[in-house]
């Protein structure tokens, strides 16, 4: 029964018709931004400059995917083949552009993982120490991009196009904290002592505010404990593969948006735009919509676009939304909507083995 109710609740997770929101979200967003800058602009010069940043940031999407892949490859001690590591990151990234950012796609993350023939305790390991080493990048990169540019940096100075009253920083900081804080529980977890963590997670959630998420207290503690249990004894080798493929993939995340700027203009404020767009992730956490989808949009303006304007205009900053969501969500929705109806057709819940 609970084998059918998950089989359900992964092809409603991966429905193609959920790209019908985000898709237009996004769309309609721009549009309703740039419409009258696109209608005004002037005929945009293509120079080899242009042709090769935006090949850079072709061969940067590749290398955030490819590292993604290897890290799931060695995470899963090579019970994944190169093919099932491929599709799991890509109906990861599926299920993430197509769920609310708040709750993301590692909701199906272990569903994927073990209809691709990982067992229970390596696909709850393999989540959680990929949650784990994405939050450690983000805890680590904050301080380190601050050793190049100053804290103000990192914001903009107009927010009234947000959705949100609280300040920017107050997120930001907020957000900040509570990564560090979830590091610090997981790390414990997996690697300290998961009952103890459990624990005292429990005596946390019965504050009145948190009490009636209590009862997932025993879920987590019990995938804790299969996952603790499933990392022991891990080599040197084991953990640097891991830790060095998620510095690959979230360098090339985030300097993917660098590259594409060099194709519009001629000096490209790299660190300020790293600095810009570590603050612009954890808005966009809060996003309510499927994948960040029409936030997204709103908040680059407001980032990035004192950053660039006046050096480009407003229809050449509307180009560069286009070419960065392209490249950082589109394509997912794309490859994810071709993938998903031949994997669940060639996978089952209890195998990986393709015809």
Partial sequence: MAQK??????????SRAKLLI?????????IYLFKDDFANAKE????????????????????????YVIRLKILSIGSLSWRGAFNSVMLWEFASAITPTVIGGSAFAVLILKREGLNLGK???????????????????????LLFVSLESFFPHDTSNLWFETGVQTVFFGGYIMTCLVSLVVISALFISPSGTGKIISLIFKLPFLCKWSYKVSDWTEDWTLASKNLKGRSFAFWGGALGSTLASWTARFLTLNV????FMEVVPHAEIVAKQLAMWIVMLLSPTPGASGI??????????????????????????????TLTYFIY???????????????SPKSSTYP
């Fill in 5 to 14: 109710s998950n089989e359900i609740k992964l092809q409603k997770g991966l």
């Fill in 22 to 30: 985000p898709t237009i979200l996004s769309i309609g967003v721009m």
């Fill in 44 to 67: 945009i010069t293509w120079t080899s400059s242009t042709t090769i940043s935006l090949f850079a940031a072709l061969c940067l999407v590749f290398i955030r995917d490819a590292a």
């Fill in 123 to 145: 696909s709850v390991a393999t989540v959680l120490v990929t949650a784990l080493m994405d939050e450690l990048f983000y805890v680590i990169a904050v301080p380190t991009v």
């Fill in 260 to 263: 594409i700027l060099i194709a």
């Fill in 296 to 325: 997204a949009e709103v908040a680059f303006p407001t980032f990035i676009g004192p950053a660039l304007l006046p050096v480009i205009a407003m229809s050449a900053l509307g180009g560069v939304v286009i070419v960065w969501r």
């Fill in 333 to 347: 929705l794309i490859i994810g909507a071709v993938i998903v109806p031949n994997w669940l057709a060639n996978t």
